[in-house]
């Protein structure tokens, strides 16, 4: 019996049952569609994640103190020995902003908003890969005289300003400490995560340190790499540089190597992490549509024994005009293939 008279009896087989075809090989549509979505959500969610690490600059490094607050990176308000040393000397920068912050409330008139306040310089724009839509970014001199001024995210100025009236000029409070509002950031939106990324302002980093958190030193440093393939080397010419600021021992024979009393991090590092953890996340949703597709599996399965039951006749009479059982075997895989196939193609489809 020839592979195309096989086709046809499985074809005019299916047809004269055509509803319980069609359950049969819903099984497997459900089960391939769902795997396909689970990976689709998966992969998609990667993207946007990238997408976002992206907005915040791709090729941004974070460095922050390690256990000791003042065990870091150690900067006087005055000096700031670590952040002028990697600034002046360090080669695959671009962009290099000390960063304090602080909790507050945002008072004007008879409105009020609880957000943060964060001390940069202006090269956090470039870091941070935002503009100023309204207004102007505060100056050099404004941070050398620790000027009150500030420049709001689009959600303080809305919650403060709900009459949509421009707050450029206006003084405003940021707990019981009056700052003029000299621009409005370009609104970025929410990110992956959820957060608000326009509930922020910020001022001069000396402003913050010496009229809101009182204290001498900063909390970290951002930098923006040259190139995001440049991002190692950059590390390692920070390493290399606050290393020898504070006086840290390297490695030799008798002696081992003190160890970083600082962290850095960068967004590469993020974006490798949350990618991992997307890829494991994708591999659960895959296994768990999965089953599903097992479960379609074990349904023709079940279909086909219960149509050789029914049709043992048949079989007989085939057997006995000459029929092999690899005749019998193939007419009932070429009826499942058929199932499958035309179920796997709609479960794509879908």
């Known amino acids: 019996m020839n592979t195309t008279n096989l086709f046809k009896i499985a074809l005019k087989a299916i047809a004269s049952n055509k509803l319980r075809s069609f359950l049969t090989a819903l ?30 600059g791709s090729n941004m490094i974070m460095i922050h103190p390690g256990a000791d607050m003042r065990g870091g ?70 941070i050398k005289t620790a000027a009150k001024v500030c420049v709001l995210g689009q959600t303080v100025v809305d919650n403060l300003f709900p009459d949509g009236s421009s707050p450029i000029g206006r003084v405003g409070r ?19 995560w959820g957060m608000d990324q326009d509930d922020m302002a910020l001022a001069p980093y ?26 190692d080397m950059a590390i390692e010419e920070i390493t290399e540089i ?16 003190d160890v970083d009393d600082f962290t850095i991090r960068s967004q590469e590092e993020i974006s490798s992490m949350m990618n991992s953890t997307m890829d494991l996340l994708t591999i659960l949703l895959g296994s768990v549509a999965g089953i599903s597709l097992i479960v379609g599996g074990i349904g023709i399965m079940n279909i086909m024994y219960v149509s050789v ?21 193939s007419q009932f895989l070429i009826e499942a293939a058929i199932l499958s196939i035309a179920g796997g193609v709609i479960g794509v489809i879908l």
Not at 176 to 183: H, K, T
Not at 316 to 322: F, T
């Open 206 to 231: 000396t402003t913050v340190m010496k009229r809101i958190l009182a204290v001498t030193y900063l909390q970290g440093i951002n930098c923006s790499a040259v190139t995001e393939d440049a991002t």
């Open 73 to 142: 990176v150690r900067l006087d308000a005055d000096e700031l020995e670590d952040y002028e040393s990697i600034r002046n000397e360090a080669k695959y920068l671009t962009a290099v902003s000390p960063s304090v912050n602080s909790a507050g409330q945002f008072i004007y008139g008879n409105n009020n908003a609880p957000s943060s306040i964060y001390g940069v310089n202006e090269d956090y724009l470039t870091i941070q890969q935002r503009k100023v839509a309204d207004g102007e970014f505060f100056t050099e001199q404004d």
């Open 174 to 192: 940021f707990n019981s400490i009056p700052f003029r509002v000299v621009g409005v950031l370009k609104s970025k939106g929410y990110n992956s």
């Open 27 to 56: 099984g497997i549509i459900i089960g391939v569609a769902s795997v396909i979505a689970m990976l689709a959500i998966g992969q998609g969610s990667k993207r946007s994640i990238r997408k976002q690490i992206s907005e915040m």
């Open 242 to 257: 606050l290393r020898k600021n504070h006086n840290l021992k390297e490695e030799t024979e008798t002696t081992e190597a």
């Open 309 to 329: 039951t029914e049709r043992t006749k048949e079989i007989g009479l085939r057997m006995s005009v000459g029929a092999r059982g690899i005749d019998i075997l």
